[in-house]
């Protein structure tokens, strides 16, 4: 269904702080006894769990690949650190347990 944002009953949140993908404007809305009219439903009635599960069948990958690259660029920087700073002579990635410091 689409219903516009200054609909009564319609009350739309604050937006999110999102981490890292502020291009995204996440906020919560809340339907309290909203009127959908049927020319404001789009597809069949009862079916909007089925489409919201296509899109996020879509989107799954993206989200899967965004956050395996930000993972590596965190593993990327934590070596360049540890490589670089040292503790008694030695790097820190060379002393004793220095590879649990990026575990």
Same mark, same amino acid.
């Given at each position: 269904?689409?219903?516009?944002?200054?609909?009564?009953?319609?009350? *739309?949140?604050?937006?999110?702080?999102?981490?890292?993908?502020?291009? $995204?404007?996440?906020?919560?809305?809340?339907?309290?006894? *909203? *009127?959908?009219?049927?020319?404001? /439903?789009?597809?069949?009635? =009862?079916? =909007?769990?089925?489409?919201?599960?296509?899109?996020?069948?879509?989107?799954?990958?993206?989200?899967?690949?965004?956050?395996?690259?930000?993972?590596?660029?965190?593993?990327?920087?934590?070596?360049?650190?540890?490589?670089?700073?040292?503790?008694?002579?030695?790097?820190? /990635? $060379? $002393?004793?347990? =220095?590879?649990?410091?990026?575990?």
């Amino acid at each position: 269904f689409v219903v516009d944002a200054d609909a009564p009953g319609v009350t *739309v949140g604050r937006k999110e702080w999102n981490m890292g993908q502020r291009a $995204s404007d996440t906020r919560g809305v809340t339907f309290d006894d *909203v *009127v959908v009219s049927k020319d404001n /439903i789009v597809g069949e009635a =009862g079916g =909007g769990f089925k489409v919201a599960m296509k899109c996020f069948d879509k989107t799954r990958p993206t989200v899967g690949a965004m956050s395996l690259g930000l993972a590596r660029r965190a593993l990327d920087e934590a070596s360049k650190v540890l490589n670089r700073k040292e503790d008694h002579g030695k790097t820190y /990635i $060379s $002393s004793p347990g =220095g590879k649990l410091y990026v575990g």
